[in-house]
């Protein structure tokens, strides 16, 4: 079921872009199995402002001000279809090489959905929610479907 997907951590103004269906790739070091949620993944927005977030305005030029963006929540979804390795999609736009000696994939998001934000702390990569946050989830994707 969808709000057993794991969740993933994103800084703003990314994590706004990926649920509102802006962005289109996000760039990642690793991947994971996701069929057990049909590809689905929870976006959580990190407390902190991402250093480059200038980039999305330039990709995204009706960004919202970064004061009035909800951080620290679970904010919606988005559901990964192709998993590739950058070489494959570099330059299409939101795709960025990977850092210096790591292994750079890109993300396809094929869906996207916003929630009402569900405030809770995050974690790194892909996290579990406690049971509370999961029945939280569950109502939250009933009534965004």
Do not use: Y
Request: aromatic content about 6%.
């Amino acid at each position: 079921m969808m709000h057993h997907a794991p969740v993933l951590t994103v800084r703003q103004p990314f994590a706004l872009a990926l649920v509102r269906g802006v962005k289109g790739w996000e760039n990642r070091s690793w991947e994971r199995d996701l069929s057990a949620s049909g590809g689905w993944i929870w976006i959580h927005a990190g407390a902190a402002v991402h250093a480059q977030h200038q980039k999305a305005r330039d990709l995204w030029p009706d960004t919202p001000a970064l004061a009035g963006m909800t951080r620290s929540a679970i904010i919606g979804a988005v559901r990964i279809g192709r998993v590739v390795p950058h070489e494959e999609v570099a330059g299409l736009p939101w795709t960025a090489p990977p850092p210096p000696g790591k292994r750079g994939l890109c993300w396809e998001v094929i869906e996207a959905m916003e929630i009402d934000p569900i405030p809770c702390g995050g974690g790194l990569g892909l996290w579990t929610p406690t049971e509370a946050i999961r029945a939280q989830l569950a109502t939250a994707f009933r009534m965004a479907a």
